[in-house]
């Protein structure tokens, strides 16, 4: 059954705070103001050896205003919830604006120009509740806090696990946004990120560690008594992985082909696709976190990203997504579309600035601050790599290999500042031989730059190896700012890739 907003969310007098600030920036001239008021509730457990190793509950809770005056941007906030309050933080923003446009006036070109939004349909009185079953904030501490000694519990009772580091973070976030143009709204999401790792130390002194692959996502408790995640087989295996893991050989470097689990491949999205199609990055607007793009504006509709077998959206809309929303900051509503189709570039993450500035009808709301204390940014979307409609199992995959690695889970990785020449590694690494795996190997990361690395993708799984993957810590933007985002994807197999042994490349 769909939940309700918070009664006590409902409560405080965001729309009474709404008006006064937006009369304010009306009657100092405002050609546009957006007012949001958000609570953000996040909390942590964590667990040693099954012991507690510390906890926190935080929420953070205030407005801010955004205008646009004399074609420049303007932004304050605040946590005084009274009308006199709000009408003051109006004005702030409407004096910084002011400010600015002097800024601007006087760089001329170099200042980027006067900030005109793309149109939006008015939305008024809309509610959206994301989809979950439990709240996680109903549910005793005791309760988180028994389940993830449990699960360690299980862990360190198998031969060869030394330690068992286990953690959960639960956010649960409300938002009320309203415009000058007539749109408000009202919306509430949950999202969690449980994690288990296991770490095992040789009599030698050698150690290694393995990672629960259950990815954080947009769900409630449920998520952690069976519902879209099976713990129990996951934690009874990861012992025995962990021991093969221990006696595995190092890498042979060379070229391979590969099979890349979805627990491995979302990572790859995020940083060479999800990054990449970020239209203030690609225009060179974000260039100080995590530098721009190789995938420029001027390439639209002609970039090559990989092969024919490439499609992947941008996505709002999707059910658990961690970026899943009903209306983003700036009053658009979520929805779906292509980044690239039959393996070229074919669209790019807007908000409302860069898709008037680009020639864009429509922005598809991809604007999100982490906090009521920071300003909206261009974020991503869930962005995927969508499945092959009849396309084979990951056995299959891995069955058309003669000689080969399969990759599973995520780990370290490293990109350049035009989101082009890359490496990552992983969790776990099984070796090929004649379409069967042959035991795992240690010491691999691929490297290739990601126009070849997409490229060489030949054949992309089925729905039934599709995953939603995903992060809680996307960072952009200075001050910096965090937020939440899923890439799902199928099991994928690449020929040719190139494998470094991280030993060897490390001088050991």
């Known amino acids: 059954m769909p939940h309700e907003v918070d009664q006590s969310f409902l409560a405080l007098p965001t729309r009474a705070l709404a008006d006064a600030a937006l009369a304010r920036a009306r009657a100092l001239g405002a050609d546009h103001a957006d007012f949001r008021l958000e609570r953000v509730r996040t909390a942590e457990w964590r667990l040693r050896d099954a012991r507690p190793a510390g906890s926190s509950d935080t929420t953070d809770l205030g407005y801010a205003v955004r205008v646009v005056h004399?074609?420049?941007?303007?932004?304050?906030?605040?946590?005084?919830?009274?009308?006199?309050?709000?009408?003051?933080?109006?004005?702030?923003?409407?004096?910084?604006?002011?400010?600015?446009?002097?800024?601007?006036?006087?760089?001329?070109?170099?200042g980027g120009g006067r900030v005109e939004l793309a149109e939006e349909p008015v939305h008024a009185d809309q509610v959206w509740v994301?989809?979950?079953?439990?709240?996680?904030?109903?549910?005793?501490?005791?309760?988180?806090?028994?389940?993830?000694?449990?699960?360690?519990?299980?862990?360190?009772?198998?031969d060869g696990v030394t330690h068992a580091d286990a953690g959960l973070m639960t956010v649960h976030e409300n938002k009320f946004y309203a415009d000058t143009a007539g749109?408000?709204?009202?919306?509430?999401?949950?999202?969690?990120?449980?994690?288990?790792?296991?770490?095992?130390?040789?009599?030698?002194?050698?150690?290694?560690?393995?990672?629960t692959l259950a990815p954080p996502a947009g769900r409630g408790w449920e998520y952690l008594t069976g519902t879209g995640w099976d713990w129990d087989s996951e934690l009874a295996r990861i012992p025995e992985l962990l021991a093969e893991k221990m006696r595995a050989p190092s890498v042979e470097a060379g070229s391979?082909?590969?099979?890349?689990?979805?627990?491995?491949?979302?990572?790859?999205?995020?940083?060479?696709?999800?990054?990449?199609?970020?239209?203030?990055?690609?225009l060179g607007y974000e260039a100080a976190y995590a530098g721009t793009s190789f995938a420029t504006f001027d390439k639209l509709g002609s970039l090559t990203y990989g092969s024919q077998q490439m499609n992947v959206t941008g996505d709002r809309t999707v059910e658990h997504g961690l970026s899943t929303i009903g209306f983003d900051d700036e009053g658009v509503a979520g929805q779906s579309w292509d980044l690239v189709k039959d393996g070229v570039l074919v669209g790019y993450q807007l908000d409302r600035r860069i898709a008037r500035l680009t020639g864009f009808e429509r922005s598809n709301g991809c604007a999100y601050a982490d906090s009521p204390g920071h300003v909206p940014v261009q974020r991503m979307a869930n962005v995927s790599l969508q499945p092959a409609p009849d396309g084979p199992s990951t056995e299959e995959l891995i069955g058309g290999v003669e000689r080969g690695i399969y990759v599973v889970g995520d780990r370290s990785w490293s990109i350049d500042m035009q989101r082009y020449n890359f490496q990552f590694t992983g969790q776990r690494f099984f070796r090929i031989e004649n379409g069967r795996l042959a035991g795992q190997l240690k010491d691999v990361a691929y490297q290739a730059t990601t126009t070849d690395f997409w490229g060489s993708m030949e054949t992309v799984g089925g729905p039934q190896t599709y995953v939603l993957g995903g992060a809680f810590n996307c960072g952009k933007a200075q001050p910096g700012q965090v937020a939440a985002v899923s890439h799902g994807c199928p099991s994928a197999l690449f020929r040719g890739v190139s494998i470094l042994n991280t030993t060897q490349e490390a001088g050991r």
């Open 256 to 282: 391979y082909d590969l099979v890349v689990d979805p627990s491995n491949l979302w990572l790859t999205i995020h940083e060479s696709i999800g990054h990449a199609t970020e239209l203030d990055r690609a």
């Open 130 to 158: 994301s989809s979950y079953e439990i709240d996680p904030f109903t549910v005793p501490d005791a309760d988180k806090t028994a389940l993830l000694a449990d699960w360690s519990a299980r862990l360190l009772a198998a």
């Open 183 to 211: 749109t408000t709204t009202t919306q509430q999401r949950v999202r969690l990120h449980p994690a288990l790792t296991a770490t095992s130390i040789g009599d030698d002194g050698a150690f290694d560690s393995m990672r």
């Open 70 to 110: 004399g074609g420049a941007w303007g932004f304050a906030s605040g946590v005084d919830l009274t009308m006199d309050a709000a009408a003051r933080v109006a004005a702030q923003a409407v004096a910084m604006a002011k400010l600015s446009a002097k800024v601007i006036a006087a760089a001329g070109s170099a």
